[in-house]
């Protein structure tokens, strides 16, 4: 049940947000009763917790997949993009904004996971394209991954640009374009247009 309940939550908190869904909303979702879920998350801020650190676990063990099927750091990267699509155009573009307004704990926890992804995944992918010719090697590479990091984190800033001019995933495409356009080398450049071209993003 708890898992049901966790499940459920997650499916609602990324459709509408986290300040709009109550309890009462997940309650009648799963046709239980308020007091089961009590039984199982003592309040809200602890269930949106509990999802936060679901949805960066499950994060984790997608970066490690792509790690594993692709030595490509441009391939890894569509592919990143091609695994996430689905979540992020059904995705609220205000549920990072509520969750830092309204949990700071449960953000605290995508704090940590950014720093994380920062020295243990993006560091890496840049350095390694940098090796294999694709990126340029003038520019310090946690630099990149920070400014990287934080095109992400932007896209969801309700007062970084209207979602009604261009939905969260196209506004991630455009920011990622812009961003690789800069760090690309000629060689790069060939390669991340082949994918760009022939990927269905």
Not at 66 to 78: A, C, H, Q
Not at 119 to 126: K, P, Q, V
Not at 132 to 144: H, V
């Amino acid at each position: 049940m708890k898992s049901r309940i966790l499940e459920k939550g997650a499916e609602l908190y990324f459709r509408y947000g986290v300040k709009t869904v109550t309890m009462d909303d997940i309650a009648t979702e799963l046709g239980i009763s308020k007091k089961t879920i009590y039984q199982h998350f003592p309040d809200k801020d602890s269930l949106v917790f509990e999802v936060v650190k679901s949805f960066i676990d499950q994060d984790h063990e997608k970066w490690n997949e792509l790690d594993r099927l692709y030595s490509n750091v441009i391939e890894k990267m569509f592919k990143s993009f091609e695994m996430t699509k689905d979540l992020i155009t059904k995705m609220n573009p205000r549920l990072l904004f509520e969750i830092q307004k309204y949990h700071t704990k449960a953000f605290q926890l995508f704090l940590e996971h950014g720093e994380k992804c920062i020295n243990e995944y993006l560091i890496a992918d840049f350095k390694k394209g940098a090796q294999f010719g694709y990126f340029r090697s003038d520019i310090d590479f946690e630099f990149l991954a920070r400014l990287r990091m934080a095109e992400v984190n932007l896209a969801f800033n309700p007062d970084f640009y209207p979602n009604n001019k261009l939905p969260l995933f196209e506004t991630q495409l455009v920011l990622l374009d812009i961003f690789m356009r800069g760090i690309l080398t000629e060689k790069g450049l060939t390669l991340y247009t082949s994918y760009n071209n022939n990927l269905n993003l």
